[in-house]
């Protein structure tokens, strides 16, 4: 599928999935500079440029697709001809589809020795590296029992028990509002994560820092799995994290309430790093205090400035 396409998916929430819509996107720009049958350098910069805003429009809060349409663009800000710059966005691209989907096998590794046998485990909402933690465990003969949460309005937490009935995991799925009652009763708390800030704070699903805070309060452990990619070096800079709010309609139909009631539908909240126990990425398992070093590990202090200069 060409740029337009793929941003228009991820805006009507066809393409799930913090990972899924940075290496659809990735893709995209890929197949762009493809499918360029012209002979100028500076116009095919120039559509380039164009699907890059293309795309980052159809979640604009979303880090991971910010950062996978970045990754794209290293090195190409430097005079090169039409075929240089065609296969640096090609090489950009399948380095990034690549490393992102190993990192989720790697994130499943060496979460799995976070998880002891008989564990009760809670997620939340649809992540793929916490899913492949909790796999790679069962996968080791551990006996394990998940409990997923329903995770409204788009009820991902349907396609969370479909994957684990895929991978012979049976689990129990509960509405969300029951995850503090539910508590006393589990071992460990794993969800993923959209975007991790600087400071540490998680931004995910809504309903992620009620989860939290209520394994804070029962003393359970709480680990975020995320890919490094996830990590905002926006927030280095003092950016604040936008929490999407889309359509009240995915929660209520209109007529179903009062015309002088609002209703508020926040796609995601902010998790503190003291109620986040660690971090498991795919360069290992770090406290949310040293996510900055990851950033600038991971990513590099230039990267803001490369993404400055393309516009």
Known sequence: MGVEEIA?????????????IARKSAQALKEEALDYRGRDVEELRHLLNRGKEELLVSRPTAISLWNGVQAVFKGTQSSMGLEELRKQ???????????????????????????????????????????????????????????????????????????????????TMIVDSAARWLMKDIDLVLVGA?????????????????????A?????????????????????????????????????????????????????????????????TEVGVIPPYAAYEIIVKELGQDFLFEENSTR
């Open 89 to 171: 966005v090609v090489k950009n691209a399948d380095e990034f589809i690549k490393r992102s989907k190993e990192a989720v096998e790697i994130i499943g590794r060496i979460g799995s020795r976070r998880v002891r046998d008989g564990d009760r485990i809670l997620t939340h909402c649809n992540s793929k590296a916490a899913l492949s933690v909790i796999v790679r465990a069962h996968e080791e003969g551990k006996h394990i029992e998940v409990f997923a949460t329903e995770s409204r309005p788009w009820r991902q937490g349907l396609l969370t028990v479909k994957d684990l009935a895929e991978a012979g995991i049976g689990s």
């Open 194 to 214: 959209d975007t991790i800030c600087s400071n540490g704070a998680v931004i995910n699903k809504i309903g992620t820092s009620q989860i939290a805070l209520a």
């Open 8 to 20: 228009a998916g991820i805006s009507r929430m066809e393409i799930r999935g913090a990972a899924e």
């Open 216 to 280: 804070h309060e029962s003393r359970v452990p709480f680990m975020v799995c995320a890919e490094t990619f996830k990590f905002s070096p926006k927030t280095m800079y003092g950016e604040l994290v936008e929490i999407e709010e889309r359509d009240s309609k995915e929660v209520v139909r209109p007529e179903e309430v009062p015309a002088i009631t609002k209703v508020l539908n926040p796609v995601f909240d902010a998790t503190p790093p003291e109620y986040i126990d660690a971090i498991i």
